[in-house]
């Protein structure tokens, strides 16, 4: 079989929106507040941000400043109900065109190259690009392997830039500068960490759209968190149907989650949250909500975007799929 090809990114359909921008000073006022009626013990500071290329947090460049932007390519509509399997993109020459070249990093979540696991694999994405093109992959896979279904996560080496399918990225220069820091622990409430905030920044925000990316670690604790099988030879025609081809995990700390945050779609048919995380063991994969709230311990570093980059957006779209 011929090698699969990633799409060619100049006849990619790009599209751009400006998000609104609050001071960090007043997110750090709304996250406060609605994180504090999740969570006993809530922090929220505007501070610089620590050096996030150490060991404690693994990215590929060290801040989350310079030119701070989303970008969504494909979706879910390209997994689901049947995969489409062309739907490969150059995800360091997407970045580029998005960012119109320079230092880029790029964190996040999205489905992972499959050729080079003769998979579909989740994948979490940490790259940095240098102003002369150089990619330096920090990204991980994750699948399910073997008869007993274990999680497998494996690191992407510098020579593969694509990804699959769908994908949602916080890309910035990688410059230090001011963050929004969070510590939290013992959960009250229902709500997901993210889906915590998100709906503290939606109800103070409304139309005007927001979005917010970066890292977000569990320190103590466990997440249920799904890995996709391999593709399915059946059509997936609902939520139900997904989860039970999905396979879940009950995940221990430590896990370091990438990716974004948006308040609404923007018109630009969006998927709202999506974070992926990695380990120093055999875990990673998507998160939903953690499973421990007597012990659990979140620490984010986040920043705000200026702008929306929309590549790929499906033409015809269905909205299950995005949790
Ligand atoms: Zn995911």
Redesign the pocket.
Same mark, same amino acid.
């Given at each position: 079989m011929a090698p699969i090809k990633a799409l060619n990114t100049e006849e990619l359909l790009f599209e751009e929106k400006t998000l609104y921008q609050p001071p960090l000073e007043e997110l750090r006022e709304v996250i406060q507040s609605t994180l504090a009626k999740n969570f006993e013990n809530v922090s929220v500071e505007v501070t610089a941000c620590p050096d996030l290329k150490s060991a404690e947090y693994g990215l590929m460049d060290s801040g989350l400043g310079g030119s701070p932007m989303l970008l969504e390519v494909g979706g879910p509509p390209y997994l689901l109900p049947l995969v489409q399997r062309d739907k490969l993109y150059n995800v360091k020459e997407i970045c580029q065109k998005s960012m119109n070249g320079g230092k880029i990093l790029a964190v996040g $979540? /999205? $489905?992972g190259p499959h050729p080079l696991r003769s998979s579909n694999c989740?994948g979490i994405y940490n790259m940095s690009i240098s102003s002369d093109g150089q990619l330096k992959n920090g990204s991980y896979t994750a699948k399910v392997s073997g008869l007993e279904e274990s999680c497998v996560l494996e690191s992407i080496p510098d020579t593969e830039p694509r990804c699959a399918l769908?994908l949602n990225l916080f890309v910035c220069r990688g410059e230090p500068g001011s963050v929004i820091k969070i510590t939290c622990k013992k959960r009250t409430g229902h709500l997901n960490f993210i889906e915590c905030i998100r709906q503290g920044l939606l109800q103070k925000y409304g139309e005007k759209c927001v979005g917010m990316g970066g890292i977000f670690k569990i320190n103590q604790g466990k997440a249920y968190q &799904?890995v996709?099988r391999d593709f399915s030879k059946t059509p997936i025609n609902n939520e139900k149907e997904l989860n039970q081809w999905l396979k879940f995990f009950e995940m221990p700390a430590t896990l370091n989650a990438l990716g974004v945050l948006i308040t609404h779609e923007n018109d630009l048919d969006l998927r709202l949250q999506?974070? &992926?995380s990695f380990s120093t063991s055999n875990w990673g /994969? &998507?998160y939903h909500y953690d499973t421990t709230p007597e012990t659990v311990e979140y620490e984010a570093y986040f920043n705000v975007a200026e702008r929306i980059v929309r590549v790929d957006k499906p033409l015809e779209t269905h909205k299950f799929g995005r949790d």
């Open positions: $979540a /999205g $489905a989740e769908l &799904h996709m999506h974070f &992926h /994969g &998507h």
